[in-house]
Structures are given as structure tokens and as C-alpha cells.
């Protein structure tokens, strides 16, 4: 195994890349409106007062409105009931005007995250957390598929000329990242291996990675010896940590300068997967609108 | 790594656990008749000719009809337009004395599977291969899961005192074994991966598996050195081939007589993984039943 120095050529610019898919959203929704005279539009349903969540539903309704689509904010209180919540969401479902709908969760303790998600129709869960998008992922029909890993894929594919037959470790088996992103890896022609916290030689498989998606949340747990030297390493995870001179910063789940060292190719963090899942949920939006509004236009 | 002599207790004997598995569910089937009134029904419709269909829908109606409970056939002209299948699949949905649907594969040309599978109501589809149950499994929401991975699962709780932290490897990727079979190991908390055709050095990856599943329907793809010392085989494959003396005889997709001396367990075939596939067909009909007639009873 030979250890090449990696040069600065080799980190993915995340931040790049999503503006140039955000770009190419926004041409393709003034075609959308020139052909049928209309425009997507996205509802961002926030519940309670969660300040991380606030930034995120205004910036998501921003960049929404800066594509040229159509934003509407709901933000209901914290003591929302899931009826409430519920009848929202069937008004929004029936809404000629709204082709995508997105709950911010984390969702108070009253609301059932599984309940709320479901009722949103397939067509229109541009987050792609349903049941129904769900089943089409992981049964190879065209849906919508969460934001964060269709980001990373379009992150990959960015980047690697093609990825059939290649080995790809995800480490994490999440709902919203781990799980879609095996089934978007084998529907590439991928290897797959999944591994999560009852996994007994992380490092071990990780080391099997051409490809390795790490998403666990966890500050620091990939360290350079993790690393296949050669592969493509993509960090979904995102922590604010503290500095030494009492600021903070935020760090991925991969020890970024010893990763580098090793990796052909790696995400910065931030400025890697992070802009992708917003650019990614106007993608979505855009998609969802289609399916209404131009089906015979198809699926770009 | 040294090569254990297998004892023959190392068979897993798929028909005496099916047998098992059916008593309890006749057990169940009377349990429910009492406390409702009401028996399962499971309808089972074949659309042409194949011979091979045929045998399996007569086989599936029988032991539906031996396990105690109502069995309906519904046997269509090879002919029968894609609009008249959906109307009987519209009907059985409606249909209170129907528990289960199952649509017999393949189908003729002027049919979408995909489409007809979808038509059934998810809590009807017991062969668990429409989206919303494909959804549910991969986003462990309790579901209807296809019966032959369910089978395999059976058979390894069987065998195995857990399977939390081992190293599960699917040879092949089907929407009808591999991606559901993955999943459900996934949710047993093994490290999962997925090899299929594309996959360079499948016969180095099986060899890290603590359990090897292999559905490729390709016989004799597995040889004796693919399989870890001690791991645990199941062998999906079914394939008929002729004999030196001009006869025909069942074997799976990996060489038994190889294998055998080096997994410390492994299914046989014929008698390993296709008894529990209509095993299972009986035990998602009851699951499917008790959903409506004893919504409260919970599932086993």
C-alpha cells in the first residue's frame, strides 16, 4: 500500500458543485414556467421553537424563493396537536399551488414523526422520507429521494468517472443517510457494505472502501489509518466543537487532516455535503413539480 | 484459519422448521376463529399457462386450505389485458373475507408487474413486494416482508443464539431476495454487504461473512473456498440440472458437497430455504388477517 501525499486538487467543492446544480435548477424552473405557465412551489412546516431548526426552514424558504420558486413558510407553536398538524398537511397535500412539502424535524414529543411524514402524498415529499419513496428507492423505481444522500451521490458522480463495480462503505445505517445511500450505491453498480455502531472492526471494513460515506454523527471517529489509500471519501457528519482559543468550529466525522493524507479525493467540512442537501431539495421541489405539471417532460 | 470437518448435524433443515412454523400458524389460524369468528382468506391469481406457475399456485392454495384457512384461486387466460387484472386485484381489495393477495410472477408480456404489485392494498399484499412494504422494511416500520428472505431470516434465528455484530454478505442484489434479505439483516444489527454481478472479487467477500446468503440462480457458483471456516450458508438457489444417468436433480447456487466441509451450517437443496418461502406465505396470510379482524392483538 502506498501512501501518496494528496494534493490540495483533491478535496470536492461542495460548495461549487451545489451552485452549479442550484443554477441549473433555476433555468429549468423558468423553462417549466414558460411552458406551462406556472411555478413549483415549496411549503417548509416548522413546529416549535428549536433555533437551529428556525435557521434552517428561513434559509431552505430563501433559497427556495431564490431559485424562482414559490416559498411558503408554516410555523406553528411548540404545543401544536398532531391533528393540527395533520390537517396542515392534507390542506398542503390538496394545494394545486404547493408540489413539495417538507416537515422540519426534529418534531415535538406530542407528534409522531413516522405519522406526519406518511401523510404527506409521495408525490409531493421532497424530503423522500415516506414509506412510499422509501419502497421505490430500494426497489429501483424513479421517486424522490432524500436530499442529503442524493447530494452525496451527485458529490461522487462529480467525481469518480464511473463507480460500477467499486467497493462502497457506508458507516452508518440511518433512516435519512446510511439506508438510502446503500440503495443509491447499489443501484450505481456499487459494492455495498453497511456498517453501524454493533459493527466490530470499523476501521477494518472501512480500510475495503473504494468509496467511503461516513454519517454518524460522531466528531472525529474516521482517523486517517481508516482509509483506503486512493478512495473517495465523503463526510456527512456535521459538529460544532470548541477551539483552543475559546471559539468554536464545525468538524465531520472524519479526522480531516490525517483523511487527506490518504484519500484521493475528499469533502471539506463545511463546504462539502452540506450545501449539496439544500441544493438537492430544490432539485426535489423542482421534480415534484414536473410530476404535476409537465409529466411527458420527464425526469431530468 | 483451519478447515473444521463438518459434522453432519451442520444441516439446517428448512423442512422440519417450516413444519414448525406451519403447525403454529394452524395453531393461530383457530386461535383467531375463536376470538372472531372469522377464518384468513388468501387469494392467489395466476395469469397463463406456465407449468411451472401452475404447480406453484395449486401447491400455495393447498397448504393455504390444509393451514385451517380460506383459499381462493383465480386463474386467468394467458391473454387477459393489464385493465382486467387490475379490476379483480380492485375487487379482492375490497373483499372482506380476503386477507392476502398474491399475484403469481412472471407475467405475461401486456402486463406491469410493477404496476399490478402496487395495485394491492398494502395490508393485502402478503408477498411483501409493493413499495409501501418495501418502504416499511427498509425503514423498519412493521410490514409485510417477502416470504423467501423472511424464510432465510427464520432459519437463521433457528440456527444462530444471535446475530448482532456479524458480518452478513447477500450475493445477489433482486428486489425479490437480496435488497430485502439485506435489510433484514441490517435490522438483526449484523454489518451487511451486498455482492451481485458487477462485484470484482465476489469470492473474497464471501469469505468475511459470518453468514452467507447466496440468491443468484446460478448453480454451483459458490465453491467450497468462498465460505468462511464456521460460517453460517444459506443457499436461496433452485435450479433443476440432469445427472450422469440421463435424470434430472434440484441444486442450489452453491457446491453443497464443498461447502459442507467448511460452514459450520448450511441449508441443503432441496429441503433448506424452499419450504420456508410458503411457510411464510401462510404466516404473513395470518399476519395480514389479524391486521383487520384483531388490529389489537398485535403482531406476532
Chains 1, 2 share one sequence.
Request: proline share 7%; aromatic share 2%.
Amino acid at each position: 500500500m502506498t501512501q501518496a501525499r494528496a494534493e490540495p486538487g483533491n478535496l470536492i467543492d461542495g460548495k461549487a458543485i451545489a451552485r452549479r446544480l442550484t443554477d441549473r435548477v433555476k433555468i429549468e424552473v423558468e423553462a417549466l414556467r414558460e411552458k406551462t405557465g406556472q411555478l413549483p412551489g415549496l411549503a417548509v412546516v416548522l413546529v416549535g421553537n428549536d433555533p437551529a431548526s428556525e435557521v434552517y426552514v428561513r434559509n431552505k424558504a430563501l433559497q427556495t424563493h431564490r431559485a424562482g420558486m414559490r416559498s411558503f413558510m408554516h410555523m406553528l407553536p411548540e404545543t401544536t396537536p398532531q391533528d393540527e398538524l395533520l390537517g396542515l398537511i392534507a390542506r398542503l397535500n390538496g394545494d394545486p399551488q404547493i408540489h413539495g412539502i417538507l416537515v422540519q424535524l426534529p418534531l415535538p414529543k406530542q407528534i409522531d414523526p413516522a405519522v406526519v411524514t406518511n401523510a404527506i402524498v409521495p408525490h409531493k415529499d421532497v424530503d423522500g422520507l415516506g414509506e412510499v419513496n422509501a419502497g421505490r428507492l430500494s426497489l429501483g423505481i424513479p421517486g424522490l429521494v432524500p436530499c442529503t444522500p442524493l447530494g452525496c451521490l451527485i458529490l461522487l458522480r462529480e467525481t469518480l468517472p464511473q463507480m460500477r463495480g467499486l467497493h462502497a462503505v457506508v458507516i452508518g445505517a440511518s433512516n435519512l443517510v446510511g439506508k438510502p445511500m446503500a440503495q443509491l450505491l447499489l443501484r450505481e453498480g456499487c459494492t455495498v457494505s453497511i456498517a453501524h455502531i454493533d459493527t466490530r472492526d470499523p476501521a477494518g471494513l472501512a480500510r475495503e472502501g473504494d468509496i467511503l460515506v461516513v454519517a454518524t454523527g460522531r466528531s472525529g471517529l474516521v482517523r486517517g489509518d481508516w482509509i483506503r489509500p486512493g478512495a473517495t471519501v465523503i463526510d456527512v457528519g456535521i459538529t460544532r466543537v470548541p477551539t483552543h482559543d475559546g471559539k468554536t468550529k464545525l468538524v465531520g466525522d472524519v479526522v480531516f487532516e490525517e483523511a487527506r493524507q490518504v484519500a484521493a479525493h475528499i469533502t471539506p467540512v463545511p463546504g462539502g455535503v452540506g450545501p449539496m442537501t439544500i441544493a438537492c431539495l430544490l432539485h426535489n421541489t423542482l421534480q415534484a413539480a414536473r410530476l404535476t405539471l409537465d409529466p411527458q417532460g420527464g425526469l431530468a
